[in-house]
């Protein structure tokens, strides 16, 4: 399964640099920058990125509607990421998607 990350509108480079890392660690396919979300070619998130920013494929958009409009936009599944009251921990979440 091809998994994509979108970040749509995230304004830390540090918390983008974070998120390449991870994603390299958690095998994601290819991430998606939409708006002002920073991306590789601004220097300074190879700081927090270690080297992930060469390793994962990633994508540039400048608004979300440029990216549906794409040929590449197919979203069979989408998870969002929030901390809310409502939310449920990745454990259940695993579970449910077991189902």
């Known amino acids: 399964?091809?998994?994509r990350v979108i970040l749509d509108n995230i304004?830390?480079?540090?918390?983008?640099?974070?998120?390449?890392r991870t994603s390299s660690g958690a095998g994601v396919s290819e991430i998606i920058?939409?708006?002002i979300t920073p991306g590789p070619q601004d220097l300074r998130l190879s700081?927090?990125?270690l080297g992930?920013?060469?390793?994962?494929?990633?994508?540039?958009?400048?608004?979300?509607r440029e990216?549906?409009?794409?040929?590449?936009?197919?979203?069979s599944l989408v998870v969002?990421?929030?901390?809310?009251?409502?939310?449920?921990?990745?454990r259940e979440f695993t579970e449910i998607l077991k189902k």
């Not at 990216?67 to 979203?75: A, E, G, I, P």
């Not at 969002?80 to 990745?90: A, T, Y």
């Open 47 to 49: 700081k927090t990125a």
């Open 1 to 3: 399964m091809n998994t």
């Open 67 to 75: 990216f549906k409009n794409s040929k590449s936009f197919d979203l």
């Open 52 to 64: 992930a920013e060469k390793e994962v494929q990633y994508s540039l958009y400048n608004n979300f």
């Open 33 to 35: 920058l939409v708006g």
């Open 80 to 90: 969002s990421v929030e901390q809310d009251d409502r939310s449920i921990g990745l």
């Open 11 to 20: 304004r830390s480079i540090h918390n983008v640099g974070s998120i390449f």
